[in-house]
T-cell receptor
Framework: AQSVTQLDSHVSVSEGTPVLLRCNYS??????LFWYVQHPNKGLQLLLK??????LVKGINGFEAEFKKSETSFHLTKPSAHMSDAAEYFC?????????????FGSGTQLTVLP | NAGVTQTPKFQVLKTGQSMTLQCAQD?????MYWYRQDPGMGLRLIYY???????DKGEVPNGYNVSRLNKREFSLRLESAAPSQTSVYFC??????????FGQGTRLTVV
């Protein structure tokens, strides 16, 4: 069975400072991993994905994440936060379960950006 | 180029009423999913369909039924709505080795 743990339910940073959102996963197979962002009252937008190619993955809006198999982690980072980054972020693992590849979501991290 | 379209966007039901949430995709993907989102719990899988004609239960299927009408459409039915089903519902679709694409969500309130 697969699972995802987002280690912080809330993170606050000041505008212009680095962002770190932490994610650990467990999976029986070689997983695919994703980060999605959800702005208030909106749908989910893909930030970036890891699918067994380069372990350092670059996404949209300056975000990146590093797949570390030995640590079973996939932390999301950004060098300098912007006010528009305030949103909820979900780490997602994809693995085979049943008849299809299923997506398992973490519980989410709410990012607040302070002026 | 709509992607994944959900209807309705908002709905208020009385306890015991029934309704169907509709989802349609124009991405020619085989897999379709229904999730519910509740505060602090992320998205939880209700049902999924790996291909036309097949459906399987996810993590929280009780109180719901689904129909994969054809490759494009995957509907979610609440036969007798309960306040515990108040939530935001998302439909998603996925091709082989790709990320999932989500609809804009249906905000359902059961009173």
């Amino acid at each position: 069975a697969q699972s995802v743990t987002q280690l912080d339910s809330h993170v606050s940073v000041s505008e212009g400072t680095p962002v770190l959102l932490r994610c650990n996963y467990s999976s029986s197979y070689s997983p695919s991993l994703f980060w999605y962002v959800q702005h208030p009252n909106k749908g989910l937008q893909l930030l970036l994905k890891y699918t067994s190619a380069a372990t350092l993955v670059k996404g949209i809006n300056g975000f990146e994440a590093e797949f570390k198999k030995s640590e079973t982690s996939f932390h999301l980072t950004k060098p300098s936060a912007h006010m528009s980054d305030a949103a909820e972020y979900f780490c997602v693992v994809s693995d085979f379960s049943g008849s299809a590849r299923q997506l398992t979501f973490g519980s989410g991290t709410q990012l607040t950006v302070l002026p | 180029n709509a992607g994944v379209t959900q209807t309705p966007k908002f709905q208020v039901l009385k306890t015991g009423q029934s309704m169907t949430l509709q989802c349609a995709q124009d991405m020619n993907h085989n897999s379709m999913y229904w999730y519910r989102q509740d505060p602090g719990m992320g998205l939880r899988l209700i049902y999924y369909s790996a291909s036309e004609g097949t459906t399987d239960k996810g993590e929280v299927p009780n109180g719901y039924n689904v129909s994969r009408l054809n490759k494009r459409e995957f509907s979610l039915r609440l036969e007798s709505a309960a306040p515990s089903q108040t939530s935001v519902y998302f439909c998603a679709t996925r091709g082989s080795n790709t990320e999932a694409f989500f609809g804009q969500g249906t905000r359902l309130t059961v009173v």
